[in-house]
T-cell receptor, first 116, second 113 residues
Framework: DQQVKQNSPSLSVQEGRISILNCDYT??????FLWYKKYPAEGPTFLIS?????DKNEDGRFTVFLNKSAKHLSLHIVPSQPGDSAVYFC???????????????FGQGTILTVHP | DAGVIQSPRHEVTEMGQEVTLRCKPI?????LFWYRQTMMRGLELLIY????????DSGMPEDRFSAKMPNASFSTLKIQPSEPRDSAVYFC???????????FGSGTRLTVV
């Protein structure tokens, strides 16, 4: 039972263009959503997050969009740079006070390659 | 702040041997998580602790796996006996604000031959 899904295993983009990574979830108890970036031989690092009370959060070149009715979120990277090439994981957390609070459920990851 | 420290970085062992992975969380973080990453299953949560107490171990695959957190600055994940299908990268993560993002260690790449 995969509650967080990233259906695109990989994405290839030209430098300077927009990268759009997608994520779907099934559990309506999820309240907070995060994106992590992972380089080879390193642990995942936190990138950006969004609360369920918002539909957009922006941080520099990175913007996360949340569509609660569709149970869908996306990460936009504009402009894309070769250094953005990495594996991107979306993750979801249940609401505070609920069971399993503190437990992040991750998607399978999407490999982003940005070509110079 | 040295971050979350895991050891060893790489472990190669023979099937049937005991393997112990170690983790030192960030000081002051009272949540600690063990994740496993494989190609097939991605990042899956094995177990997590709050204030050194195991809260959810539903992800621990079998009785061969056990985890302990004897104090706030140290945790172990033990596999006994190890099997080739246990080969994966094992990550430890910690946080002081659950649900708002963890800090991950660099992982231990385990190979069981």
């Amino acid at each position: 039972d995969q509650q967080v899904k990233q259906n695109s295993p990989s994405l290839s983009v030209q430098e300077g263009r927009i990268s759009i990574l997608n994520c779907d979830y099934t559990n309506s108890m999820f309240d907070y959503f995060l994106w992590y970036k992972k380089y080879p031989a390193e642990g995942p690092t936190f990138l950006i997050s969004i609360s369920s009370i918002k539909d957009k959060n922006e941080d520099g070149r990175f913007t996360v969009f949340l569509n609660k009715s569709a149970k869908h979120l996306s990460l936009h990277i504009v402009p894309s740079q070769p250094g953005d090439s990495a594996v991107y994981f979306c993750a979801a957390s249940p609401y505070a006070g609920g069971t399993s609070y503190g437990k992040l459920t991750f998607g399978q990851g999407t490999i982003l390659t940005v070509h110079p | 702040d040295a971050g979350v420290i895991q050891s060893p970085r790489h472990e190669v062992t023979e099937m049937g041997q005991e393997v112990t992975l170690r983790c030192k969380p960030i000081s002051g973080h009272d949540y600690l998580f063990w994740y496993r990453q494989t190609m097939m299953r991605g990042l899956e949560l094995l177990i997590y602790f709050n204030n050194n107490v195991p809260i959810d171990d539903s992800g621990m695959p079998e009785d061969r796996f056990s985890a302990k957190m004897p104090n706030a600055s140290f945790s172990t994940l033990k596999i006994q006996p190890s099997e080739p299908r246990d080969s994966a990268v094992y990550f430890c993560a910690s946080t002081g604000q659950p649900g708002y993002g963890y800090t991950f260690g660099s992982g231990t790449r385990l190979t069981v031959v």
